[in-house]
T-cell receptor, first 113, second 114 residues
Framework: SQQGEEDPQALSIQEGENATMNCSYKTSINNLQWYRQNSGRGLVHLILIRSNEREKHSGRLRVTLDTSKKSSSLLITASRAADTASYFCASLPDTGTASKLTFGTGTRLQVTL | GAVVSQHPSWVICKSGTSVKIECRSLDFQATTMFWYRQFPKQSLMLMATSNEGSKATYEQGVEKDKFLINHASLTLSTLTVTSAHPEDSSFYIC??????????FGPGTRLTVT
């Protein structure tokens, strides 16, 4: 399977703490994206990092990318109860044509008060 | 901008019947649309890729005669689950792309086959 892997599978933290999720992928990529999914809902695009970037910030989100290790991490700082959701990384391969995303296995984040 | 809708949001059907799910890009023209299925507490698995006016490309293990995809226009793709069985019960999500980088996801359709 070409599916990427994420760890941890599940993460439970208290409000105000930081949450870190890791993603590994298998092929050379053009970019890597992170999505959030609330239970039973669609996906919300969070952030995209290109293969020539190493770090990117968006609000309380920080994403890193290490192409030599084929890995990425998503850090959510000062977490809130509303951050409770599943988080997926998705890699877009570097094929030179419009191509398909490969999703990771996901991390279920629970933020408690 | 870049809104994708799906209809219906949920559907219950009986075994043996067919059900059609629509995916629309509301404010842009999508050169490519993708269909995914997601089982509870699992990740998204790509089923097929469709381009307007051409046949869909199905992923390995996905039965093209069971999951019929029609990409009739640059704003509409449909997925028809034919002769549905309880094991087809799942969350089906579409996405639409204008080009290379980003896909815009619909809210999903929950199918329950009884």
């Amino acid at each position: 399977s070409q599916q990427g892997e994420e760890d941890p599978q599940a993460l439970s933290i208290q409000e105000g703490e930081n949450a870190t999720m890791n993603c590994s992928y298998k092929t050379s990529i053009n970019n890597l994206q992170w999505y959030r999914q609330n239970s039973g809902r669609g996906l919300v695009h969070l952030i995209l990092i290109r293969s020539n970037e190493r770090e990117k910030h968006s609000g309380r989100l920080r994403v890193t990318l290490d192409t030599s290790k084929k890995s990425s991490s998503l850090l959510i700082t000062a977490s809130r109860a509303a951050d409770t959701a599943s988080y997926f990384c998705a890699s877009l391969p570097d094929t030179g044509t419009a191509s398909k995303l490969t999703f990771g296995t996901g991390t279920r984040l629970q933020v408690t008060l | 901008g870049a809104v994708v809708s799906q209809h219906p949001s949920w559907v219950i059907c009986k075994s043996g019947t067919s059900v059609k799910i629509e995916c629309r890009s509301l404010d842009f023209q999508a050169t490519t649309m993708f269909w995914y299925r997601q089982f509870p507490k699992q990740s998204l698995m790509l089923m097929a890729t469709s381009n307007e006016g051409s046949k869909a490309t199905y992923e390995q293990g996905v039965e093209k005669d069971k999951f019929l995809i029609n990409h009739a226009s640059l704003t509409l793709s449909t997925l028809t689950v034919t002769s549905a069985h309880p094991e087809d019960s799942s969350f089906y999500i579409c996405s639409a792309s204008m080009g290379y980088d980003e896909q815009y996801f619909g809210p999903g359709t929950r199918l329950t086959v009884t």
